[in-house]
């Protein structure tokens, strides 16, 4: 990616023309100028999200499977309802992508009441150990993850947000999955539970801090820019990216118009111009700064509307502004990455469960090959010459179902999104 001398870096500042340029900024005060940027592909921050989706799947099914009272679950309890939570592809079996893992996942069978044998599934000390570590990971930095869901409501207009929200985001955010039972309701004295229309239910910051927090951007900024609130962001493009002069001049301009906090009332501010603009962005780089590897869905953002007090069409801000933010169109969803938080395919700044998810990874990397070499095939074999009355269904081709196939192993889907998923581990 091309660091770009239009404000990147410490909140560069463009040299001022400020008499030259009074008529271009006058327009840009009181309308929002009509410029379109292209997107151009970015391979380097796709491949950042590509492989994300069985990572966060492998990662939900191993919380979910060490939360229950006896550690161990019956496929059916894992794909029923929960398969939504997971974000598989449609024609993928549940039963299927955990099998590619099976030093994470140990299947075994049990029979249900008809006396048929149903898969379960239990986790291997591996899976244990690193999600035990995950656990510890999370206690030790609460204060970090409790500043983090602050913050984030108090982006909102009411310092509200439900539950269902912060449920799409609690990946993103780092959080556990209970995190209501195994972190919220420690802090009562700050959090409440809102009830809501059709029985759902809301999250509300109740003791709000005396005074508002600095964003992102100031904190990284000098003081005397925050104070004249002149700030800009950090602008990045990749290769091949070019800017006609209309674009280059509004956005010159744009990034010397006044910066409004995410965290401070907007409504004075017409959203029929760029200095509106300019906030909305603000609010979205922060959100993405609060998450721990500082992207997130699209789909999650659309669903601030309403809590955030945003246009209608606030996301259009993500293609105008593709130096600020990349639009990843893998894994057949849009995602929305900050560039800044980027160097190359590493975060610049790695956070503790960053950190534990890429062991995970390399761990998954590590039995997903040596399945794929056989090894984990003649074990299967070997148990059930040894144990022929073990009363687990072990067919032809040495796995304990028929669900899966060498064939089906390397699909079209397994060959793109396992490349990519593993390629932080060589």
């Known amino acids: 990616?091309?660091?770009?001398?239009?404000?990147?870096?410490?909140?560069?500042?463009?040299?001022?023309?400020?008499?030259?340029?009074?008529?271009?900024?006058?327009?840009?005060?009181?309308?929002?100028?009509?410029?379109?940027?292209?997107?151009?592909?970015?391979?380097?921050?796709?491949?950042?999200?590509?492989?994300?989706?069985?990572?966060?799947?492998?990662?939900?099914?191993?919380?979910?499977?060490?939360?229950?009272?006896?550690?161990?679950?019956?496929?059916?309890?894992?794909?029923?309802?929960?398969?939504?939570?997971?974000?598989?592809?449609?024609?993928?079996?549940?039963?299927?992508?955990?099998?590619?893992?099976?030093?994470?996942?140990?299947?075994?069978?049990?029979?249900?009441?008809?006396?048929?044998?149903?898969?379960?599934?239990?986790?291997?000390?591996?899976?244990?150990?690193?999600?035990?570590?995950?656990?510890?990971?999370?206690?030790?930095?609460?204060?970090?993850?409790?500043?983090?869901?602050?913050?984030?409501?108090?982006?909102?207009?009411?310092?509200?947000?439900?539950?269902?929200?912060?449920?799409?985001?609690?990946?993103?955010?780092?959080?556990?999955?209970?995190?209501?039972?195994?972190?919220?309701?420690?802090?009562?004295?700050?959090?409440?539970?809102?009830?809501?229309?059709?029985?759902?239910?809301?999250?509300?910051?109740?003791?709000?801090?005396?005074?508002?927090?600095?964003?992102?951007?100031?904190?990284?900024?000098?003081?005397?820019?925050?104070?004249?609130?002149?700030?800009?962001?950090?602008?990045?493009?990749?290769?091949?990216?070019?800017?006609?002069?209309?674009?280059?001049?509004?956005?010159?301009?744009w990034q010397r118009l006044p910066y409004t906090s995410p965290y401070s009332d907007s409504s004075h501010l017409d959203r029929r111009t760029d200095v509106s603009e300019k906030r909305i962005v603000g609010v979205f780089h922060e959100l993405l700064h609060l998450t721990v590897e500082k992207k997130t869905n699209r789909r999650n953002v659309s669903n601030l509307r309403n809590p955030l007090n945003l246009p209608q069409k606030f996301t259009k801000v993500f293609e105008r502004h593709p130096g600020i933010f990349y639009i990843s169109k893998k894994n057949n969803t849009q995602t929305v990455v900050l560039r800044e938080a980027y160097d190359r395919h590493q975060l610049v700044q790695k956070h503790p469960i960053s950190e534990i998810r890429e062991r995970f990874r390399c761990l998954m990397k590590e039995g997903f090959l040596d399945k794929s070499r056989g090894l984990y095939k003649k074990q299967t074999a070997a148990n059930s010459n040894s144990n022929p009355n073990s009363g687990e269904d072990v067919f032809e081709n040495g796995f304990e179902s028929g669900e899966e196939s060498e064939g089906h192993m390397f699909s079209d889907y397994e060959s793109d999104e396992t490349a990519h998923l593993f390629r932080l581990c060589e």
């Open 1 to 253: 990616m091309l660091r770009w001398s239009l404000g990147f870096g410490k909140n560069c500042k463009f040299p001022c023309n400020h008499h030259s340029n009074l008529g271009f900024r006058h327009n840009q005060r009181y309308s929002l100028v009509n410029v379109k940027l292209k997107w151009v592909k970015d391979n380097v921050l796709d491949s950042v999200v590509t492989g994300e989706r069985e990572l966060r799947a492998a990662w939900v099914i191993v919380s979910v499977i060490a939360a229950d009272p006896g550690c161990c679950l019956p496929i059916y309890r894992l794909s029923g309802r929960r398969r939504g939570q997971l974000g598989l592809p449609e024609d993928l079996k549940v039963s299927t992508f955990m099998r590619r893992y099976p030093n994470i996942f140990d299947e075994f069978h049990l029979p249900d009441t008809g006396g048929t044998l149903v898969p379960w599934f239990r986790l291997t000390p591996d899976a244990i150990r690193l999600n035990q570590e995950s656990m510890a990971v999370f206690q030790q930095n609460q204060k970090d993850f409790l500043a983090r869901i602050s913050k984030l409501l108090l982006l909102t207009k009411d310092t509200i947000l439900p539950l269902h929200t912060i449920d799409q985001l609690k990946w993103d955010l780092g959080l556990p999955y209970d995190y209501l039972d195994s972190f919220i309701s420690k802090y009562e004295n700050m959090f409440s539970l809102i009830p809501l229309p059709h029985n759902r239910l809301a999250l509300k910051l109740i003791t709000p801090p005396n005074e508002l927090p600095l964003s992102q951007l100031e904190t990284n900024a000098e003081e005397d820019d925050v104070k004249n609130g002149r700030l800009s962001f950090n602008v990045g493009f990749p290769r091949g990216f070019g800017l006609n002069r209309k674009s280059m001049k509004w956005l010159e301009e």
